[in-house]
C-alpha cells in the first residue's frame, strides 16, 4: 500500500474518528491483525509501553523481524517528498549521508538521479543491494567525526527514537551544509500502526526539536519535509 494512500488513511482514522473510538485497543485490534499480519499483537500493541524497557539489541530486533504491509511497498516515503528533497537538496555538496536507510530505496534513488558521493547507516548489518557505502550504526552515536558530510539526510526515522534529542544532536554533528528529515504530520495516539515513539502534529513542534535558525518545513501529502541549514 502506498504511502500517500496511508497517510490518507490515517488522517481519517485520527481526525474523524471520536477519540474514545479511535484509541480502544478493542476496535484497534482487528486493524492490527490485519497490518501486522496476525503475528505478535499483543507485544505489538503494547509497543509504546514497553519499548522505554527495551536494550539496544531488542529494539534492533523488532525491528528487523517484525512483519507488516509497510514491508511490502519499497518505501516509506511518498514520490512527492523524494521529488522535493532532490531538487532543494544542496547542489554545490559532494558528499551526503543517510541516517536510517532501511531497505535503501531512497539512497538507490538518488544514486541514479544526482553525483553525491553517498553513504548509509543503519542498524543492520547490511542491505542487499544498495548502490552506496553502507555503516552499521545508530543514529544517537553515528560512527562518524564531526561535519563529516556535507548534507545529512534522514527519513521517517526520528519518530521511532527514544532518545530524540541525542538523535538530532547527532544529525547536525555529522553535517556540514544541510540536514533534511522528513518525518509523519501524525498526533499522538496510544495505538499506532508504525511503532512511532515521537509525534509531530505541528511543524512547530517539529521545528523545535531540531532547533536550526534558517530552515523550511512543508507538509507533502502528510509528512513534515524539513531543510535546515548548519550555520557556519
Not at 504511502?3 to 484497534?28: G, H
Not at 519535509?225 to 548548519?230: C, E, M, P, R, T
Request: aromatic share 14%.
Amino acid at each position: 500500500m502506498k504511502r500517500e494512500i496511508t497517510n490518507a488513511v490515517r488522517y481519517i482514522m485520527d481526525n474523524w474518528l471520536p477519540p474514545v473510538i479511535r484509541d480502544n485497543k478493542f476496535f484497534m485490534r482487528p486493524v492490527f491483525y490485519y497490518w501486522f499480519k496476525g503475528k505478535n499483537i499483543d507485544k505489538i500493541m503494547n509497543f509504546k509501553k514497553d519499548v522505554f524497557y527495551m536494550t539496544e539489541q531488542e529494539y534492533a530486533d523488532l525491528y528487523e523481524n517484525i512483519e507488516n504491509r509497510a514491508k511490502d511497498r519499497p518505501t516509506d516515503m511518498n514520490e512527492a517528498s523524494i521529488e522535493y528533497v532532490i531538487k532543494y537538496a544542496d547542489k554545490n555538496s559532494q558528499t551526503l549521508l543517510d541516517v536510517g536507510s532501511g531497505r535503501g530505496y531512497f539512497l538507490n534513488v538518488l544514486a541514479e538521479r544526482t553525483p553525491y558521493k553517498l553513504t548509509g547507516v543503519d542498524m543492520a548489518d547490511h542491505i542487499p543491494g544498495l548502490k552506496a557505502n553502507y555503516v552499521k550504526g545508530f543514529i544517537e552515536k553515528l560512527p562518524f567525526p564531526d561535519k563529516s558530510f556535507d548534507i545529512v539526510t534522514c527519513t521517517h526515522t526520528i519518530e521511532h527514537i527514544i532518545d530524540l534529542r541525542q538523535a538530532i544532536d547527532e544529525l547536525k554533528r555529522v553535517a556540514r551544509k544541510q540536514v533534511i528529515i522528513v518525518t509523519p504530520c501524525q498526533k499522538y495516539n496510544f495505538y499506532t500502526l508504525d511503532l512511532h515513539v515521537n509525534f509531530f502534529p505541528t511543524k512547530e513542534m517539529l521545528n523545535r526539536e531540531i532547533g536550526l535558525k534558517e530552515y523550511e518545513c512543508i507538509n507533502m501529502q502528510g509528512d513534515w519535509v524539513y531543510l535546515g541549514k548548519i550555520s557556519d
